[in-house]
């Protein structure tokens, strides 16, 4: 059964500083002063675990959350021994994100996902008799389809047709949930496009993405974890990444325990990655660009067709926005960094030899984004590493359970008809 919790904060405005309750599902400032991200600013300067609550909710004290949910897990952090004894890193800690029983870890989508999901639906929500619309590219629907499933939420799920192999699940999904899809040759950019259609039809919002406070805080419970367990704020921040919102999410939690003042004073330098040949973040950052460079539809599309790491594969990322990934990094320092298949699906191998479990593709391409700062001498190997596994045990999970494929109600075409989008999706509910 649901626990209600009591955790006290507010939003901030990063574009005035406006401060303002959380209310209505506030995903900006509400006097509209510019785009920027908005921030929860908790009571609790100093991190409170309660180890009574169950999975990630134990942060609740960091999180914008008024109950728990059933079913979560939460982050698990572990020193390396046979990854780091390989690489040369005396102090290299795993963030492990997905199923893996024997450390404590029990994400049955197998991804980080589910600490963005299990916040998300635990948020305060003034359109809690409506639809939630989420665009994925895969693991984020995996994710909020098993949470909503099981809590009967509300959900419509819009993800690229290529990518419904992601749609898998231990059990078959409750009703509330429905799946549409943008047709083969799409990516997520496409699923965006629809999913902003949809929110137009009354009574259906959208979950937000890196603007809802609770998505970027719930990720953030990687770096909760690491910290309480190494016992100190690492060097160096490892992560592929899409949208950008998990190393935001990362360099926000960072702050926090900067105030909280006792855990020390380092700035985690963002070692961030891409799967190449798909590269806006790294391609703008390295041109020393608070803005994306201008990318074609048609050349990203066949740069994601390349990538293995589909859930990469963001054509508008949370970058130049303020308080987004430009200034999170120019504040912390880092690089980003580009992975080929081949490094990524090498770097797998050698975490399931030394480590033992599998790795999602994303996460492969941050094992291998680690190895390049080894191998190129970026890192100082006495320095403390978290390295964020944002999804695992995938394989090992399906040959433990049996698995059901969610499929689309509708698959719409790339430019859909507006009206022919508002018809068919409200004979869905």
Partial sequence: MPVFVKTKYHLKSL??????????????????????????????????IDETLPGLYKFSSWLPVYKTLNGSGAPVTFKSIGLAKELGLKNLYITFNGYWPEKGANMET??????????????????????????????TARAFAKVCSENKIPLLLCVPEDNLNAMWFEKEIDPCVKLIAAESGGDYFDAIHLSNLVCQIKGFYPEGGSK????????????????????????????????????????????????????????????VSQNSPFLPIKDAWDAGSGDMLPINDEEARKQVEEINAKVL????????????????????????????????????????????????????VAVASLIQAVNLGKLDLDAIIMLNITGGGIEKFKSEHKIFYLKPQVVFPLNPDPQSVYEKIKMLF
């Fill in 15 to 48: 574009c005035c500083g406006i401060q303002f309750e959380d209310q209505n599902w506030e995903l900006s400032c509400p006097d509209n002063d510019g785009p920027a991200l908005i921030r929860a600013i908790y009571d609790d300067k100093q991190l409170v």
């Fill in 110 to 139: 197998g991804t980080f996902k589910e600490c963005e999901a299990y916040t998300v639906c635990a948020r305060i929500n003034g359109n809690r008799n409506g639809v939630m619309v989420v665009a994925s590219a895969g693991n």
């Fill in 212 to 271: 809802n406070v609770a998505r970027r805080d719930g990720m953030g419970t990687t770096v909760l974890s690491a910290v309480s367990t190494i016992g100190t704020i690492p060097d160096y921040y490892f992560q592929a990444i899409g949208s950008g919102t998990g190393a935001i999410a990362a360099w926000e939690a960072n702050l926090r325990f900067l105030e909280d003042g006792r855990f020390g004073s380092t700035k985690m330098k963002l070692m």
């Fill in 313 to 364: 594969s963001n054509r508008k990322p949370s970058y130049g926005i303020k308080g987004g990934l430009y200034d999170a990094m120019k504040d912390a320092g880092g690089e980003v960094l580009a992975v080929t298949n081949q490094e990524a699906e090498d770097a797998a191998r050698l975490f399931t030899g030394t480590e033992g479990n599998d790795l999602e593709p994303a996460a492969a």
